[in-house]
């Protein structure tokens, strides 16, 4: 099972969240909203050989956490994988827009200076200004892009600029989700939870509620269970395989500490 999307350290028992990854042999990409919180966050579970920590300054608090920045550059040289960061045009957040914008394009700055990254990264409602720094810095690393909501013109544009996917059973609940995600490429998508913010039958998704994706991209792809849970797995390995820092699932993989 892949989560390639979720926030460990935002749960009310990490802990035992990120030792049932462990016992179940999840893959867990924990992504941080500060940078601030990374190294606690990593410190979850520094024993699981499947579970990495990602470095992120996340949109909705780039505003009052902009200071931060010196500090997710101090940290980057110790990650491979850079999350949650993005853009957020959501009228509540749009205010802040500038810092928004500020926040994005330093990162993705850093990593194109630092020979790029593993990005999973947030564009609700702004695809579009997500696509052109993106364009405009094509040595930024693998852009993932979570829980992607754009138009269908955005998803083919992304499509052209090499960007990957991340998809959980909350996007696919409902038409537009599903719709989008019928039109990624099979080979360039991975599994996510986005827990707990993701909601499922009026609870908090759980790393492990990725699964569930599984059998919603079978239908779409009009193949077994079986044939797609090896599809993502292939695309596991294959995005490992592109990360030189990076090992593949059953081999050891340690946090980023």
């Known amino acids: 099972m892949i989560?390639?999307?979720?926030?460990?350290?935002?749960?009310?028992?990490?802990h035992s969240v990120a030792r049932e990854c462990a016992a179940r042999g999840l893959y867990v990409l924990s992504v941080t909203t500060t940078p601030s919180a990374w190294a606690g966050t990593a410190a979850l579970a520094p024993e699981a050989a499947r579970i990495r920590t990602a470095l992120g300054l996340h949109p909705q608090i780039a505003h009052e956490r902009k200071g931060e920045l010196p500090l997710f550059d101090r940290l980057l040289p110790k990650v491979r994988y850079v999350g949650e960061f993005g853009l957020d045009g959501d009228p509540e957040?749009?205010?802040?827009?500038?810092?928004q914008v500020l926040v994005f394009t330093h990162i993705?700055?850093?990593?194109?200076?630092?020979?790029?990254?593993?990005?999973?990264?947030?564009?609700?409602?702004?695809?579009?200004p997500v696509l052109d720094v993106l364009e405009a810095h094509p040595g930024a690393g693998t852009a993932?892009?979570?829980?992607?909501?754009?138009?269908?013109?955005?998803?083919?544009?992304?499509?052209?600029?090499?960007?990957?996917?991340?998809?959980?059973?909350?996007?696919?609940?409902?038409?537009k989700g599903r719709a989008l995600a019928a039109k990624m490429p099979r080979d360039r998508i991975l599994t996510e939870s986005d827990g707990p913010f993701a909601q499922l039958e009026g609870r908090a998704a759980l790393p492990w509620d990725s699964e569930r994706a599984v059998a919603i991209l079978a239908s779409l792809w009009a193949e077994p269970e079986t044939a797609a849970r090896e599809q993502l797995i292939a695309n596991l390995r294959r995005l490992g395989s592109a990360d030189s820092a990076a090992r593949l699932p059953g081999t050891p993989i340690h946090s980023c500490r």
């Open 3 to 14: 989560d390639f999307h979720c926030h460990l350290d935002l749960y009310p028992d990490p």
């Open 93 to 99: 957040y749009k205010r802040h827009w500038q810092d």
């Open 108 to 128: 993705i700055d850093s990593c194109t200076r630092s020979n790029g990254r593993i990005l999973s990264i947030h564009s609700r409602r702004a695809a579009k």
């Open 144 to 175: 993932i892009l979570h829980w992607f909501s754009g138009t269908q013109r955005e998803l083919a544009r992304a499509i052209n600029l090499d960007c990957w996917f991340s998809v959980g059973p909350a996007m696919l609940a409902g038409d």
